[in-house]
């Protein structure tokens, strides 16, 4: 740019009539997993396309005129725009609801997220619980479930990234233009639409923007508002910037703000869904007014309808924030709200001293789930202390493991190879019909065919990558040569591997690099050659994992490894989707069990390429023996270095004893049969289990339809939350003198099919005995093979309490043989908990 002063001009392109309906399909984020509707904007200008960064908003503002008229005279692409309007039109006209566990009678679902990934034109995400929530909107729209998402707009997205030659991460932040976006004003009348929240001393405003995402229309909030500060319009300037001043006051924008916004558009969600805690401020604004005046009944009827899913077992995924400075932020709502600022505390009240987002979000709410089997046990016992006498398996946690879209992820060449195969319902035909049992007999050299297409594709941009990044560091055109040796597009039959994401320490990016002199030996054959593409960011703050991405830059300078292991700079959603189906096999060995699911593994499953990775979250559930390959972890308890050093060897184990040589076993065909009946398998297997339809109809089944009965009990009783709240501080005073006595039976020997008789008294403690549940837990384990069975029994009241005892009795006939234990144990119960172990109350015999 030139020096002094500056003006702007805005020229744009007149848009022919033929062509009048881009600027609707670039304002739809449906593009986003409808390639032929991007490739029209692509074709428009392939080499402007590249450098707005797959905008289409931006290629209708910037591509010039002519290449308009040309495409409005050019048969061909106006055969493919009428498609893409026809495809375009029927989707957005069919709202017939498409949700396997039945359909959805409630109202909106609202679902508050700080990210959201739907596709890098709208760069407001970082990483994993973006692309989820991007996932999850996507999937709502598929199935026509009424969804609304609420976030945030950022002015700077997560940075770009570029890796200078000593592997150091250099960050770079980039403002958008949110004209450049496909996001529109929400207004009211003339005037932009306003609402506000409160921050010491001032009144904050915010602006609404709306996305739409097929049938899914998400709003994202904005504090670049000129009424507000300069200070304030920062507020919501970068994606997880600023010090934890900036980070609580946007959380308070997205939790309230969110809220008030709904408000203010007229939606009123049947669900309130709390994607990690960041948004766990919106129960405070629900709570805030109501029509008790009891703040406890308020809190009882805003949990009623909340959903709180909890993504990681890594403590900085649960913000924390000073009790000084919570007192400061919220002294206005405790007196508007009439609640003591201790009882606000305790709200957020953990182990620690501060105040903690998941504890408020997991008071909050009524249904909680974790994000795979693994991590639902890992989290059971992390928030253990919230029900602390019942048994951490029992707890009122549930889950739903991630997934991914399939439209989204799966490379459009599978797509189409599955529509050759099964027809137009080939999706549907795999998940619930003989589709997966069709792509198990998949002729061999077509299946081969697709995947070596994808792997070209990806070598491309692999040479493409590493050109550019070599040649900006300084690097000689010899040595590039040198480097690119095995990545040739016209002949992609290298055993290739990647390892894409986040680079953040227990995902261990480097264990391959744990003993170079034996991967040295591995590697070390012209005959059988493998090259290792890495990818990723480290959080700017993140040190440890910013010298993850140096060491292994410094490992992929050494000249044994120059032309087998490549640290790409600058990883994207358009270098991921790349990657996941490119690669041969998708490598993941993080920390057990610190991966709560992980979803890249299952991107690159669906695509044929095979994982092979630490048995921890998704995998566990995806891995039968014969769809890839599993590193068993080693116990919890090992000393770090010890346990790197175990699971290194058993990583090189697998890759030189089981994937090298099923890969090089090429018969007459130029491929492994043994290796292609695999990553068949994996299709299969993996497409249907972890697509993004079954992961939304388990939270419609496991969470949403069990939230909105609940809320609908009390609906119907207009004094049930009244009597819940009085009812749970009754038990709660009483439980200190509640006890169970030694259980008497009447026999300790019988034969199968007889009964035996077990009597118990319990001290009522002046509670009634509807007031409680005591139930007999008759259990068999195996040693051999460490199997638990167990049959769970309700005693009956045997008669009136007695001196405020009540005796109880039940006749059991066991249902299995063996040596039998037996427990017996009284908690509190009432009609409307929404988990019978609600109140985390529980005595033992």
């Known amino acids: 740019m030139r020096p002094g002063p500056h003006y702007t001009l805005e020229v744009n392109p007149r848009l022919p009539a033929e062509l009048s309906r881009l600027p609707e399909l670039a304002g739809n984020l449906w593009y986003a997993w409808h390639r032929p509707a991007r490739d029209l904007f692509a074709r428009l200008h392939p080499r402007l396309w590249d450098q707005v960064g797959h905008s289409p908003v931006m290629v209708l503002r910037y591509v010039e005129e002519k290449c308009l008229l040309r495409a409005a005279g050019d048969p061909e692409y106006m055969a493919v725009y009428r498609n893409v309007l026809a495809a375009y039109d029927e989707y957005h006209g069919d709202r017939t609801q498409r949700i396997a566990s039945g359909a959805w009678a409630g109202g909106p679902v609202a679902y508050f997220c700080a990210e959201f990934g739907l596709h890098e034109s709208l760069p407001i995400y970082s990483g994993g619980l973006g692309i989820l929530a991007g996932d999850c909107c996507k999937a709502a729209s598929d199935m026509r479930l009424p969804f609304v998402g609420v976030g945030l707009l950022y002015r700077q997205g997560y940075f770009a990234q570029t890796i200078s030659p000593d592997g150091s991460q250099v960050v770079t932040y980039n403002d958008i233009h949110f004209n450049n976006l496909p996001a529109t004003l929400v207004m009211q009348g003339d005037a932009e639409l306003h609402v506000s929240v409160e921050l010491p001393g001032r009144t904050v405003v915010l602006r609404i923007w709306q996305v739409k995402a097929g049938h899914v229309e998400l709003y994202l909030l904005d504090t670049d508002v000129p009424p507000n500060s300069g200070e304030d319009r920062g507020i919501t300037y970068r994606l997880y910037g600023g010090d934890r001043i900036v980070r609580l006051e946007q959380e308070i924008v997205l939790g309230m703000g969110g809220a008030r916004a709904l408000s203010a558009l007229g939606i009123v969600p049947s669900i309130w869904h709390i994607n990690e805690g960041h948004a766990a401020f919106l129960i405070l604004e629900r709570a805030r007014a109501g029509a008790s005046s009891a703040f406890e009944a308020r809190l009882e009827h805003v949990a009623a309808n909340t959903v709180f899913t909890t993504h990681t077992p890594v403590a900085a995924g649960h913000d924390q924030f000073d009790r000084a400075m919570m007192q400061r932020y919220f002294e206005g709502y405790c007196r508007d709200a009439g609640l003591p600022t201790e009882d606000l505390l305790a709200l957020g009240r953990a182990t620690e001293s501060n105040f903690n987002m998941t504890a408020l979000a997991v008071r909050g709410s009524r249904f909680r789930n974790a994000v795979s089997r693994i991590h639902r046990d890992v989290t059971a016992r992390m928030l253990r202390d919230f029900w602390p006498q019942v048994p951490p398996e029992e707890?009122?946690?549930?889950?739903?493991?991630?997934?991914?879209?399939?439209?989204?992820?799966?490379?459009?060449?599978?797509?189409?190879?599955?529509?050759?195969?099964?027809?137009?319902?080939?999706?549907?035909?795999?998940?619930?019909?003989?589709?997966?049992?069709?792509?198990?007999?998949?002729?061999?050299?077509?299946?081969?065919?697709?995947?070596?297409?994808?792997?070209?594709?990806?070598?491309?941009?692999?040479?493409?990558?590493?050109?550019?990044?070599?040649?900006?560091?300084?690097?000689?055109?010899a040595r590039l040569e040198r480097m690119l040796r095995h990545v040739d597009p016209a002949n992609p039959e290298v055993l290739t591997i990647g390892f894409a994401r986040r680079f953040a320490t227990y995902k261990r990016a480097d264990l391959l690099l744990e003993d170079l002199e034996r991967l040295a030996a591995i590697l070390d054959g012209e005959s059988r050659p493998v090259v290792f593409v890495f990818a990723g960011k480290a959080h700017p703050a993140d040190e440890p994992g910013q010298e993850i991405i140096r060491e292994i830059t410094r490992v992929a300078n050494l000249p044994q490894f120059e032309d087998k292991i490549f640290m790409l700079e600058g990883y994207d959603l358009h270098l991921a989707a790349r990657l996941v189906a490119g690669v041969d096999v998708w490598l993941n060995n993080p920390v057990y069990p610190l991966e709560a699911s992980g979803t890249s593994g299952m991107k690159a499953g669906m695509n044929g390429v095979l994982n092979l990775s630490v048995l921890d979250g998704w995998w566990d559930e995806g891995f039968d023996g014969h769809n890839g390959w599993a590193i068993t972890a080693s116990a919890e308890g090992y000393d770090p270095q010890r346990r790197n050093l175990e699971e290194s060897r058993a990583l090189y184990e697998i890759l030189q004893q089981q994937v090298i040589p099923a890969y090089y076993a090429r018969g007459e065909g130029g491929y492994s049969p043994e290796w292609l009946r695999m990553a068949k398998r994996s299709i299969a297997t993996l497409l249907p289990q972890f697509s993004a339809t079954r992961m939304v109809d388990d939270y419609v089944r496991k969470l949403y339809k069990p939230a909105l009965a609940h809320a609908a009990q009390f609906a119907s009783r207009a004094d049930g939350i009244a009597e819940l709240v009085a009812w749970k501080a009754r038990v709660a005073n009483a439980w200190p003198q509640v006890a169970i006595s030694t259980p008497e039976r009447s026999t300790t020997r019988l034969v199968s099919g007889d009964k035996v008789r077990v009597e118990v008294g319990v001290k009522l403690g002046g509670l009634s005995p509807r007031d409680l549940q005591v139930e007999l837990l008759l259990e068999r384990q195996l040693p051999l093979d460490h199997d638990v069975v167990g049959q769970d029994m309700r005693f009956v009241c045997a008669g009136e309490p007695v001196d405020d005892v009540q005796h109880y009795t039940l006749e059991m006939a066991p249902a299995f043989c063996g040596s039998l234990y037996f427990f017996v144990r009284v908690y509190p119960f009432h009609e409307l908990l929404a988990h019978r172990f609600e109140t985390g109350l529980m005595r033992w015999a």
């Open 395 to 477: 707890n009122p946690i549930d889950y739903v493991t991630n997934a991914v879209h399939v439209s989204t992820f799966l490379a459009p060449e599978w797509a189409a190879a599955f529509e050759r195969l099964l027809g137009a319902d080939w999706f549907t035909r795999i998940c619930h019909g003989d589709g997966a049992a069709a792509v198990l007999a998949m002729p061999d050299g077509e299946f081969h065919a697709v995947h070596r297409q994808l792997k070209a594709q990806m070598l491309e941009l692999l040479r493409h990558r590493v050109s550019i990044q070599h040649l900006r560091n300084g690097g000689g055109r």
